[in-house]
């Protein structure tokens, strides 16, 4: 308890930047996520190799070298001037996106193809099918395995800390400094998160409840 | 398969970029690339027949036949491996040689382990490390986890900053300046408590080397940590230079494990002979000496 009542002013701001890394990404990927998906099933193929492709680059790399490639690399380009935390969002968001991309599309894969040929026959275009027939029925479909890889995400956002975000990855470097016992501060670490994920599972659950899809 | 080539192209392309912002140290002229003069190194007696009664370290690295001494490998002219050879070098390493082999260890017999700051507590309590000597600053906190012998050097916090830069002079003159050290090191969170300059200009990375790229590349205009470091990189690249007073009190001391005196009051031992005998002034002016700069000799602490 001590490891933790004395160091409340990290513990209390770090995790704030946790929760905040998380929304913004989380944000970020669900959008740019389900755009990839949408160009993954598109009928025009130029549209479907540069989705596959993003897919097959970025779920192939490690999300540390995602990151070193936004605070290292990216810098040196002199495009525009972001700081570390936006750095940080943009990593965790490209690299999740390509998992978010594959949750959705394996959600459109359950809608029957029929809707799709009867949204056609009524004279549907195909952003009108995607966008109110299969879509909701795909993004319905796949709550668990979508909030799987947002927890996915919670946690992932903890390598941030070796990047200059100040958030709870990097609670155990500063416990180490000030001679805590960092195994503790770990432990402390860990109950948070898992607070945190509990919420997520709880949205899941009233999502899933509310959701359900009668077949 | 035109499509596959392009994707295969891309990343190989973004991974060559991830490789530009690595660490990559260059070899310095008239030494090892660690910044140590390998020639005006002093070698060292191994002892025969130690025996430390009482000392459970001791009983265990003498039936494994090898002593383990965890170590940093990125800091220049006190810790660094060599990535061409493989082979470790400075300050640290050398006090490290000099003391394994009072132990009756010699060379072959040293096992070198890489500890990052963050896990050094772990490591000595775990026995994963026999002993530790890697900047390691002697603090009350931390002889509540483990025990220090010496210390075997007095380091203090200073600046590094890019050799054409005369803004910054000292700590006072790092308002409005990025600063950069490594996540949670005690440097940084001075700064931040002190408010040397505000917390939207303070970087930190989990290696002092990624400053360093930064610093160069003028994202950051100063790398803080102890003096001692900063000189590494300073005599190894002139394109940086330490600038103002020490402005903290790092007393280094090897860290070994917390309930054993014998080993420790041993090594205390070594490390007071080894400052009488002009070994330890040997071994500075080797390595980092080199930077120009001069050491006083620590005065080592029994308790």
Redesign the interface.
Known sequence: MDVLLNNLDLFGPFFLTTIELFALAAVGSLVFGTILAMLRVSPVPVFR?IG??YV??VR??PLT?VF??F???Y??LNIVKV??FTAAVVSLTVYTSAFICEVVRSGINTVPVGQAEAGRALGLNFGQILGQVVLPQALRSVVPPMISTLIALLKNSTIA????V?EAG??????????????VALLWVALGFIILVSVLSFVQRSLEKRWSVAR | MR?RT??VG??AG??L??A???EGTPASPGGDASGANTAALPTYTVAQNVDLAGSPVFTKIKSAGSITIGVKDDQPGLGFKDPTTGKFGGFDIEIARMVAAGLGFGEDKIKYTTVD??????AISNGQVDLYVGTYTI????K??VSFAGPYFQAGQGLLVRADDNSITGPQTLKGKKVCS?????PI?RVRDQGLTEP?NI????KYS?CI??LQ?K?VDAVTTDDAILKGYAAQDNTMKVVGEPFSKEPYGIGLNKNDKVLRDKIDDLLQASLDDGTWQKIYNATLGKSGSTATKPTIVKY
């Open positions: 190799a596959t492709a097959t680059i192939n790399t070298l070193a490639f605070v290292f690399a810098p040196l700081s570390y800390g070796g990047f200059s100040s990097a609670i155990r470097s500063y416990i180490s400094e000030r001679g805590d016992n960092q195994m | 499509i392009l994707a891309l990343l973004s991974l970029l991830t530009c912002g690595k700051s963050a896990a050094r507590e772990q603090t009350d906190k931390r509540a986890l490594v996540t949670g090191s005690t969170q939207g970087v930190e990375f989990q990624q790229d930064k590349s994202d």
